[in-house]
């Protein structure tokens, strides 16, 4: 059932978030799928996917510009590292579930009843158009505040190497520096709905079963796998907050 939220809701949703000058009209095209946009016969154009090419250019900016102001003692490669954790669709997808977008965003009749509006990339990508409509028709400084404060306690986390999102990278860099192998992550079990699935992942290391761990997505059981494994192996405590 497609969502009976309005024009209206959708402006008062963008003014709650700190915006008081914007184009609704962009506001829209960010919160449109282009499979609603061939249901109704209406233009590409009219779909998020322009929009969010360009705010993918804006979050980067963003974020890039606040790693290199925050971490001065930081290698680039450092940096580059949280930085691609940060505007991962894992990340924007938590963003995007606290902020509740699911309700405004317009699909097709056949993706809504496929649950499209409660996948991963989906909601990744509106959150990425609604800052490229943002970055176009509003305040750019408001925009950056915006961004930084719902990554913020991110990039922390993932800067102190102390949460779930960066688990893979730790475990890799922890075993390349014994003996250059790498974890593999092997699908064990999918249960659910096509809509509604849970995937269950096993890491193993040199042919030891660390960990099995599940998630909405593959990518989530994995980096959830990676966490219990690392706790396990002690290079994240177990009093760590994910």
């Given amino acids: ?24 009209d962009l506001i829209n095209i960010a919160f449109t799928h282009s499979s609603y946009t061939k249901e109704h016969d ?34 680039e490669g450092e940096l580059t590292k949280i930085r691609s954790i940060i505007v991962s669709d894992e990340i924007l ?5 606290k902020l509740d977008i699911e309700r405004f965003i317009k699909v097709s009749k056949a993706e809504e009843k496929c649950g499209g509006k409660k996948l991963e990339s989906i909601q990744a990508c509106v959150m ?12 750019k400084n408001s925009l950056y505040s915006f961004i930084i404060n719902n990554l913020q306690q991110y990039i922390k986390d993932i800067a102190d190497n102390k949460t779930v999102y960066n688990a893979k990278a730790v475990l890799q860099e922890y075993t390349q520096g014994i003996n250059k192998m790498l974890p593999e992550y092997t699908l064990v079990e999918e249960k659910g709905a096509a809509h509604n699935k849970t995937f269950y992942i096993q890491v193993s290391y040199n042919g030891e079963i660390l960990a099995v761990a599940d998630g909405k997505t593959k990518k989530q059981a994995e980096q959830q796998a990676a966490f219990i494994a690392c706790k396990k192996i002690g290079i994240i405590k177990e009093n760590t907050d994910e």
């Avoid at 309005?6 to 915006?19: A, H, R, T, V």
């Avoid at 590409?44 to 322009?50: D, I, N, V």
């Avoid at 997808?93 to 579930?97: E, K, S, T």
């Fill in 1 to 24: 059932m497609q969502s009976d939220c309005s024009e209206q809701d959708l402006y008062k949703f963008i003014c709650e978030l700190g915006f008081k000058d914007f184009s609704l």
């Fill in 42 to 75: 209406e233009s590409y154009l009219k779909c998020y996917e322009r929009l969010e090419f360009l705010g993918d250019a804006v979050l980067k900016m963003a974020v890039t510009d606040y790693l290199y102001k925050n971490y001065p003692e930081s290698h």
């Fill in 93 to 97: 997808f938590h963003v995007a579930q």
């Fill in 128 to 139: 990425e158009a609604m800052f490229g409509a943002l970055y176009l028709s509003s305040d």
